[in-house]
């Protein structure tokens, strides 16, 4: 398949669901993503009532984008054969899920800390470390962080025989962040630091009652003591998942950086923490349910659409980084 052929502003969309593979409307999300995460219910409970802040509407383009997005996700999901889209774009290159639940790594790492959601303090230490090192291999080969000094200084110690690479998506986590501290690498700042650290966070969100991401950072980082925002974001998306009783995607969340020229275009005078949690008031059809109820986008959703969306429109104008979506063995 040749990049750009048929690409262009008019006609992105105009080749959607053209394959004979069947348009699916409504379906259940399966069962082992039921049993996996513990936050659904609060997915299909929230109260879609438009706001008066909602002056603007999303744009077409966007709403097409997400819903072939979902649809790529249940022709795989269903076992249809690829190409999953027509749409050149998305057929050529990689993008996140519009729930980052569905993302591989994100089910990697929720499967491997299953045993654990009932010792939160080892859980979110292991969560933190997973989204840290990024990368499923290294942490299978390494095994999972304990409380335990003595079994993390032997976790160290193979750290340092691992070849590399032994990271993934190094900019979730600047090294620079670290490297005036006790713990100046990575390896000793995961082995160390962290274990020292995490019980009183851990402490802290067991005493929320459903806190917003964007507030839940307020409170982490001056206990934890390096501004790493963009990780914690990570890892608290990754706690509402499992313990929706402590937080809410719901609400206020923190816009990062890559999703402000999409939200921009749905309203560019709203602030953008605020505007996301805006958009999940609206009553959007995903097309998925849970028990037979729709699952709705959350704020952090809307949030997430904003980066991939920006992705999107920048490969279309033959702009940004270029990874080639390869169907996984």
Known sequence: MKEGIGVGPDNIFQAHYSFPIGKIKNMEIPSSLKRLYRHWNFHTKHNTTPRKEMGQKIPDNIKQFIRERIAIWKRKTVGKQPPYTT??????????????????????????LNPYRNNFPLWLLNMFYCRMVARPETIQTLSLLSFDSIKNKQLLNRFAKLPRPRFGNAYVFPVSAIQKSKTPTRELFITKYLPTVIPAIAKEIQ?????????????????????????????????????????????????????????????????????????????????????????????????GIGCEYRKYTNLKQGRGRRRIYRTPI
Do not use: M
């Open 87 to 112: 749409d050149l774009i998305l057929a050529r290159y990689r993008f996140c899920n519009i729930f980052r639940e569905f993302d591989r790594q994100t089910i990697t790492f929720h499967t491997l």
């Open 207 to 303: 005493s929320w009652k459903r806190k917003s991401v964007y507030d839940g950072l307020q409170t982490i980082l001056p206990i934890f003591g390096f501004n790493l925002s963009f990780l914690w974001t990570e890892v608290l998306i990754d706690t509402a998942y499992q313990f929706p009783e402590y937080i809410n995607l719901f609400a206020q969340f923190p816009a990062g950086p890559g999703s402000l020229p999409t939200l921009r275009k749905i309203n560019p005078g709203r602030n953008p923490s605020l505007l996301v949690d805006d958009l999940a008031s609206l009553p959007f059809k995903t097309g998925l349910t849970y028990r037979g109820k729709p699952i709705q986008l959350s704020a952090e959703n809307w949030e």
